[in-house]
């Protein structure tokens, strides 16, 4: 998951993502209120999700670990800004959205943060595992 504030990038790899609805098209993701991401997303009301390949593994751990410096974290990372809302979204993904927020619910440690699906890329799909996190380990599902 990513965003801008105030034209610096924020990033965060996410525990909770999932579709919540088709019309409109919404999606919720969980963020962490002790996390710096958290005040960002909610102050900027637009961000991304990045859905990556099994291969790209090294890049959830990467924006899992805290305490990352704010101003090099997309170091040597190739990432595009999303067509509508800027947000980066990271090159050679699965496949990416871009949401508006649409709703934010207080989830004890975490906001739930509803977002309405204002674009989506496919670009790099076909054929890939898709990384998965169970059971504390990164998976693959295999792709088509």
């Given at each position: 998951?990513?965003?801008?504030?105030d034209?610096?990038?924020?990033?965060?790899?996410?525990?909770?993502?999932?579709?919540?609805?088709?019309?409109?098209?919404?999606?919720?993701?969980?963020?962490?209120?002790?996390?710096?991401?958290?005040?960002?997303?909610?102050?900027?009301?637009?961000?991304?999700?990045?859905?990556?390949?099994?291969?790209?593994?090294?890049?959830?751990?990467?924006?899992?670990?805290?305490?990352?410096?704010?101003?090099?974290?997309?170091?040597?990372?190739?990432?595009?800004?999303?067509?509508?809302?800027?947000?980066?979204?990271?090159?050679?993904?699965?496949?990416?959205?871009?949401?508006r927020?649409?709703?934010?619910?207080?989830?004890?440690?975490?906001?739930?943060?509803?977002?309405?699906?204002?674009?989506?890329?496919?670009?790099?799909?076909?054929?890939?595992?898709?990384?998965?996190?169970?059971?504390?380990?990164?998976?693959?599902?295999?792709?088509?």
């Amino acid at each position: 998951m990513s965003t801008l504030q105030d034209g610096v990038a924020h990033a965060m790899t996410a525990n909770a993502f999932t579709s919540v609805s088709l019309e409109p098209p919404l999606v919720l993701v969980c963020v962490d209120k002790g996390v710096r991401m958290h005040d960002a997303v909610l102050e900027c009301g637009s961000w991304a999700v990045s859905v990556l390949a099994a291969d790209q593994q090294p890049l959830a751990a990467r924006f899992a670990r805290s305490g990352r410096d704010l101003h090099t974290q997309f170091d040597g990372v190739a990432t595009e800004p999303a067509p509508k809302t800027g947000c980066p979204v990271i090159t050679g993904a699965l496949s990416w959205l871009e949401c508006r927020t649409w709703a934010t619910y207080d989830g004890g440690d975490h906001t739930i943060v509803v977002g309405e699906v204002l674009g989506l890329g496919l670009p790099g799909a076909r054929g890939r595992a898709a990384l998965l996190h169970h059971a504390s380990h990164y998976r693959e599902l295999p792709g088509s």
